[in-house]
Every structure is written in structure tokens, then in C-alpha cells.
């Protein structure tokens, strides 16, 4: 499952997995997210908070992540990761071949000071 936290005011959104991400997980988050960009062009930041990554449920999974991904990525100025993770650690040096936006890793317990930078760009 994927919780989230909408920040609208400040156009952030935080993401928390919990457990193995399904296909169902994205499709509810562009619920929240395609309103917002729709209206004002962008998100300012995504913090993507988790200790350790979960993993997916199922290929189907992956896949509506990557899709996820591709759809969102031009309407993403900045991306903390937020973990302890090895796997998500390395998540800024991958993203830079796929995505747009800025990706930063900060360790798990610094979520004010990823705010903090994820709202540095917020008008």
C-alpha cells in the first residue's frame, strides 16, 4: 500500500510505502495528482519517505510504476528520497537518465530538512 500526504499549499506530495506497492497504488495516486498538475502546471517536490524499499506486488505493479513514472516525471521540479535504503539510495544517480527533476537523497529521520529543500522552489 501507498500512503500519501498532499501538501497542496506548497504543491508537495509525500509518498509512504507500506508493504509491497500494487498496480491499484498508482492508479489512486494520479487521482490526486492529475487534478493538481492540471491546474497548476507542476508539483514543487515529491518526498518519497520509507525506510526500506517494499518492493512490488507483482509485475503488473512494476509496470504501472514505470507508467506512473513516465506520465508525471516533466510535472516534477524535485524529488527527495527519503530512506535508509540501499536501493532507493542510489534512486538519484538512476533517476537523472529518466526524469527531469531534481533528485536528492536524504537519510530516514531527515524529513524537515527534505522539506525544506523540496519547498526552496515553491512560489
Known amino acids: ?6 501538501l497542496s499549499d506548497r504543491g ?3 509518498i509512504t510505502p507500506e508493504g509491497a506497492l500494487t498496480k491499484e497504488d498508482f492508479a489512486r495516486l494520479a487521482l490526486v495528482v ?11 517536490g515529491l518526498m518519497i519517505e ?3 524499499f517494499p518492493g512490488w506486488s507483482e509485475f503488473a505493479a512494476l509496470v504501472a510504476h514505470f507508467h506512473f513514472v513516465k506520465d ?16 532507493l539510495a542510489i534512486l538519484p544517480r538512476i533517476a537523472e537518465h ?3 527533476a531534481e533528485v536528492r537523497h536524504f537519510t530516514f529521520g531527515d524529513r524537515q ?8 522552489s515553491a512560489h
Open 50 to 52: 520509507a525506510e526500506s
Open 1 to 6: 500500500m501507498l500512503h500519501h500526504q498532499f
Open 34 to 44: 492529475d487534478p493538481y498538475i492540471a491546474a497548476h502546471g507542476k508539483l514543487n
Open 98 to 100: 529518466f526524469v527531469q
Open 12 to 14: 508537495i506530495l509525500i
Open 113 to 120: 530538512r527534505a522539506l525544506d529543500w523540496l519547498g526552496a
Open 72 to 87: 508525471h516525471q516533466r510535472h516534477i521540479e524535485k524529488v527527495a528520497a527519503v530512506t535508509d535504503s540501499a536501493f
